[in-house]
């Protein structure tokens, strides 16, 4: 049910955003690693870190573009080495997207950057999958597992990656493409994502954060993706906005990121609210909430503030959030049942 009054009371929509049910689509998992977390792993793993204290690497986490974040959230990683360090990290993000109400988390991690720290795939991803299936009763909610190719590297690493996590098949749901977008274009994993659909894998990219609409359009043809993630430089293509608003592919929107990493201004700037009136299936999502400033929830107050988005925004976002996800029809159907009671009362 679409609420018809608009509140105007901002601590009502503020407390209504926060309240809403909501599905969380784009959270790369090392980057809800708080610098708390990094510290205390640190010292369990007796890894030594450049940054003198807490404080010291938080200031650290100022960002010119995508790549000055991205060797900062590496580095980050450099902690986590046992399957409990997997475990631990994944219940924490958790247990804060319980407290901002989120029923169904789909988490990306990078596989990748742990084999590449000497980690098994085995330790990886038994610890995340541990997490997500204890995520109900831990933490009433649900969660599953894509796995991100790093697209700085090559194809033939990216097959490697998808050969070693083949004995762990049943714990991965999708695969996804992240790091440095500009450079690496989604013809350069044309073929292996061309083997991770037939194994059966759901299959998402990272297109258009940085990098030009072209890439999306070939996530699209060439990958076969079924959600894109960030996708705002959709918006410079009037042929692509069709494309994508005629199909309702999902955008996994994450706005502050956006922001810290200088895509947008400012959040004022942002085109959320444009594209959501062009008909986007868009959603909001929290990408690194650690170095991002913001949880979901934050995401959301911070950017309906800005952009004066309303009720009938709040609820359009938080019902393709859960349309969006790879959930079953009879679990998405009760996820929505919650958010039509909440926005009923
Ligand atoms: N873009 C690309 N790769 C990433 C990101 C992102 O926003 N976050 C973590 N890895
Ligand atoms: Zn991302």
Known sequence: MI??????????????????????????????????????????????????????????????????????????????????????????????AQADNVLHAELFFDLQTHTGHGLSPENVVNGLHRACVEAPTRYGMTAALIMCFLRHLDEQAAFECLEQILPLRDKILGIGLASSEVGHPPEKFARVFARARELGFRLVAHAGEEAPPA???????????????????????????????????????????????????????????????????????????AYFGGYINENFTQTFAALGMTAQHAYRLARNSFAASFIDAPLRQRYMDRLDAVFAA
Not at 43 to 59: F, K, T
Not at 258 to 266: E, I
Request: aromatic residues 8%; hydrophobic residues 45%; glycine residues 4%.
């Open 3 to 96: 609420p018809t009054s608009t509140p105007t009371d901002l601590v009502y929509l503020s407390d209504l955003l926060r309240r809403m049910p909501k599905a969380e689509l784009h959270i790369h998992i090392e980057g809800s690693l708080e610098p708390e977390l990094i510290f205390s792993m640190g010292q369990r793993n007796g890894i030594p870190l450049a940054y003198p204290s807490v404080a010291a690497l938080r200031q650290a986490y100022v960002f010119d573009n995508l790549q000055s974040f991205l060797d900062i959230y590496h580095t980050g990683t450099s902690v986590l080495k046992s399957e409990q360090d997997f475990f631990d990290m994944a219940c924490a993000y958790m247990a804060r």
């Open 215 to 289: 890439y999306i359009w070939s996530a699209l043809d060439v990958l076969q993706v079924e959600r894109i993630d960030h996708g705002v430089q959709a918006m410079h293509d009037a042929a692509l906005m069709q494309r994508l608003v005629q199909n309702q592919i999902p955008l996994t929107v994450c706005p502050l990121s956006n922001v810290k990493l200088r895509v947008f201004p400012t959040l004022e700037q942002h085109n959320l609210l444009r594209m959501l009136d062009a008909g986007i299936l868009a959603t909001v999502n929290s990408d690194d909430p």
